[in-house]
């Protein structure tokens, strides 16, 4: 057998154990999770309060509060988005020494630690403005963190609609703004969507930044100044801080991871949708 | 309105838009270099790094400030995690590309992209109710930088095998054309063709997802048992700068919380380096 | 010919287009006249879209594009940066080398334009939406499925119907960029019976690379031709003359170059 076989062979070796080694271990991390969290996933579970600290009950409040921070996040960081992204990609400025600043800004941000982002939080929104631990600020720091990303795949979406719209607005007369909403928009609608999905995703996802931002407390939130936990702050404190919560903490990482694939599997099915609606020319 | 009142309105308003965006960064140097005025001034930088420990407390003269053992942590538990994942998420990118039928490379992107989006809290969880116990009974306390660096392995691996993914789909097919025209064998086209031709890409995802595994707080938190020393074995509890963070700022008061901000300043200057890196890399490329 | 009472519509003077500095276009002095229909031909790359985008300003979304010279519309320069680039553009409506239908309805194609420039009315939009369809010959072809996406239609009636957007907004002048060469001969034919039709009514600066389709459609011609690599304006004249007795070398080889 010549070097270069042996060599193929082992390469081909290595590569298949590590990947199935790998694979193990991921299908390991999903099983036991669904296999031990799975049965607690009731309707009474996603509906009730939580009690005894969160070994008995359910995580209705939770799942509430977790909506009402996403809500608050989208609502703000969807315009500022779609904002900054229409500048950068359908005006010259793009170019220009403010938009590489901003582009090389928002760069830096997109790597900046979820926990400073928590520092940096809890600092301006419940110190510096006042809200204290609550729904608003723990909405405007993950606001700030899923910016880049909503902002990037936004970009996308507007860089691959036809320029040949651009100039049949243009030469109609049609002011900028017009041509921007009623055509270049809708054109640009899967990247948005795309941006929306991983925002929402991040946002999810995080936890760090939501430790001293909206904090821990568990009730029903009754206004947006409430402070109140999250899905994934809930895992962490069931896990580390409450004796027998392991249960209840799986089946809310269930529930969260759950959640995590619906949004992306909307996407996809969306997007197919639109897609499929559209007729493309010949 | 008219027509181009119209469009100067909506030039500032998205110049607003941009703006803000792109402020937030220099907002969050800002309150960050801020919030650790009170420790640097009262405190020190030197005593950051020359306190016997890491006993903080509200008024500097009170307690000792030591970051040194939870930045080494940051930066062993990082190494450690790089290390591991980076031959295994390229092991995965290559099988996606060169030795998986196509039905399962898909399946494969899929479920690496599944993993990608899970949560690190889930992560750590999962750490924390098997994988710990399982090294506790190797050799306890379980909890440990071992633990730790298996998590972030974990965590950190699906995006490192994505990013190679997309770098080895950029590798131009005529040289694969090429390479097998020559008649090399696969490994020697993996190994002379392939990489060098990649070589950016890969070095720009590996830096990247070194910062990602710089910054990462929960699944580090919940693994490492969070004891402050510099871990002397694999085997040894320690504690990152991110986890330090993450467990004081509830009570934190004073010095003690500026301490804190402190150690997010070392943090994104730390991250901050590694994508200064990563940029030069991919310039690189560009003149390769 | 009828219609066109030879006054003047458009005086270029001294016309000049650069891109990034390199110039595409030097020196074009050209008077369009009111009603006639003005034929653009020359060799490709010679700067005949870059003259077109002049007229209606288009250019200003090229970046490290710049015009100099004078294009004289109405008493006023149009390359003045303080022209009203909205009313210039819908006085001058222009035509794409490509069917360019927004990826909306046939109806909402039409109906934006005519929204944007303040008709608000539903039955005027309405009216205004069947008279030009039928203009263009497109109103039985699509009067049943005027929801339908633009884009599912044929390139010919997607031409048809962009020229219906742009004559809906009632243009004193229409700017035509080859709006024939991207369609088979049946639909070219359509689209060229449509510009004859216009004849008249509204004037029309016509770029093809068709010598035939400019004998049979255009009063007057102008002959492009790229001279140590910008575009210079070669011969123009009355369709007939220039045809017949061309007074440049250059024009009598170019057009000799049809049937050789
Ligand atoms: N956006 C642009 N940026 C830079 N150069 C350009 C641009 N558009 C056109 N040019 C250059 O200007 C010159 C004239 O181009 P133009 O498109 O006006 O030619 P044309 O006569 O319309 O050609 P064709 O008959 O092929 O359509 C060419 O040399 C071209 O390379
Ligand atoms: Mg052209």
């Known amino acids: 057998m010549s070097r270069g076989r042996a060599a193929d062979r082992l390469l081909a070796l290595a590569v298949w154990v590590s990947v199935l080694a790998v694979a193990a271990v991921f299908f390991w991390i999903l099983g036991s999770l669904l296999w031990s969290g799975m049965g607690r996933v009731t309707w009474a579970f996603l509906t009730t309060a939580p009690r005894d600290a969160g070994r008995a009950g359910g995580i209705g409040p939770i799942l509430v509060s977790t909506l009402l921070i996403l809500g608050v996040c989208m609502a703000v960081s969807l315009p500022l988005g779609l904002g900054a992204a229409v500048l950068l990609s359908e005006f010259a400025e793009a170019g220009s020494l403010f938009g590489r600043a901003v582009r090389r800004s928002l760069d830096v941000l997109a790597g900046v630690p979820s926990i400073v982002f928590g520092l940096f939080g809890t600092a301006l929104f419940c110190q510096a403005l006042g809200l204290g631990y609550s729904i608003f600020a723990g909405g405007l720091t993950l606001a700030c963190m899923v910016l880049p990303i909503l902002i990037r795949a936004t970009e996308e979406g507007f860089r691959s609609a036809p320029s040949e719209y651009r100039r049949a607005a243009a030469a109609l007369g049609m002011s900028r703004a017009s041509a921007l909403w009623h055509v270049l928009l809708p054109a640009a609608a899967p990247g948005l969507l795309v941006g929306l999905v991983l925002g929402m995703g991040r946002a999810l996802a995080e936890t760090a930044a939501l430790l001293f931002t909206s904090g821990y407390v568990d009730r029903m939130p009754e206004s947006l100044l409430d402070s109140a936990r999250a899905l994934s702050i809930h895992i962490y404190d069931l896990s580390m801080n409450v004796t027998g919560g392991d249960p209840n903490a799986c089946a809310t990482a269930v529930v969260l991871v759950a959640l995590l694939l619906a949004v992306n599997g909307l996407a996809a099915w969306m997007t197919g949708r639109w897609l499929s609606r559209r007729v493309l020319p010949a | 309105m008219s027509p181009s009142s119209k469009d100067r309105l909506l030039v500032w308003v998205l110049r607003a838009c941009a703006g803000l965006s792109g402020a937030i960064v220099l907002l969050i140097a800002v309150f960050l270099v801020l919030e650790s005025l009170p420790a640097l001034r009262n405190v020190g930088f030197a005593r950051f790094f020359s306190d016997p420990s890491w006993h903080p407390a509200r008024y500097a003269a009170d307690g000792a400030y030591n970051l040194a053992p939870m930045l080494a942590g940051t930066l062993l538990a990082m190494a450690g995690a790089v290390a591991l994942a980076t031959p295994l998420g390229f092991c995965a990118a290559l099988f996606c590309h060169f030795y998986a039928p196509p039905g399962l490379a898909r399946a494969c992107r899929r479920l690496i992209e599944l993993l990608a989006g899970i949560p690190s809290v889930v992560y750590g969880f999962w750490g924390l109710v098997t994988l710990v116990p399982l090294l506790n009974k190797v050799q306890p306390p379980g909890a440990s930088l071992l633990a730790g660096i298996l998590i972030l392995a974990l965590m950190i691996l699906p995006t490192i095998a994505l990013m190679a993914d997309g770098a080895l789909a950029n590798v131009p097919a005529e040289y694969l054309r090429g390479a097998a025209a020559l008649g090399l064998s696969r490994s020697a086209t993996i190994v002379g063709v392939v990489f060098p031709a990649a070589k950016s890409g890969l070095f720009t995802g590996v830096i990247l997802e070194t910062g990602r595994a710089a910054g990462e707080t929960m699944a580090l938190l919940m693994v490492c048992g969070n004891v402050v020393q510099v871990p002397k074995s694999l085997f040894d509890p320690m504690r990152t700068l991110t986890a330090n963070i993450a467990l004081e700022m509830g009570y934190a008061l004073g010095d003690h919380r500026s301490a804190l901000f402190v150690s997010g300043l070392v943090l994104l200057a730390l991250i901050v380096a590694l994508a200064a890196a990563a940029e030069w890399l991919s310039k690189g490329r560009v003149y390769e | ?260």
């Open chain 3, 1 to 260: 010919m009828s219609g066109t009472d030879g006054s003047t519509f458009l005086r270029m003077e001294n016309l000049g287009l650069a891109y990034h500095g390199k110039p595409a276009l030097e020196g074009v002095d050209l008077e369009i006249r009111r009603g006639a229909i003005t034929a653009l031909i020359g060799p490709s790359g010679c700067g005949k879209t870059s003259l077109l985008t002049c007229v209606n300003r288009l250019i200003d979304l090229v970046p490290g594009a710049r015009a100099k010279g004078k294009v004289e519309f109405q008493g006023r320069d149009v390359l003045d940066p303080r022209a009203d680039l909205f009313a210039l553009r819908k006085r001058i409506g222009m035509l794409f080398q490509r069917p360019n239908p927004f990826p909306l309805s046939i109806r909402r194609n039409l109906e934006l334009p005519l929204r944007e420039h303040g008709l608000r009315d539903r039955a005027e939009l309405a009216a205004t939406v069947e008279r030009t369809l039928r203009d263009v010959a497109l109103w039985d072809e699509v009067k049943d499925r005027l929801e339908k996406p633009a884009l599912a239609l044929s390139g010919g009636q997607q031409q048809r119907l962009c020229l219906a957007r742009a004559l809906a907004l009632e243009p004193e002048a229409m700017l035509m960029d080859e709006p024939c060469s991207a369609l088979d001969p049946l639909a070219s034919g359509a689209v060229e019976d449509l510009i004859v039709s216009l004849r008249g009514r509204v004037t029309v600066l016509i770029v093809t690379h068709n010598l035939a389709q400019a004998r049979r459609i255009a009063d007057d011609v102008a002959l492009l031709w790229l001279q140590d690599g910008v575009g210079r304006l070669i011969e123009r004249g009355p369709a007939a003359a220039f045809f017949a007795q061309p007074k440049e070398e250059i024009t009598r080889a170019y057009l000799s170059g049809e049937r050789g």
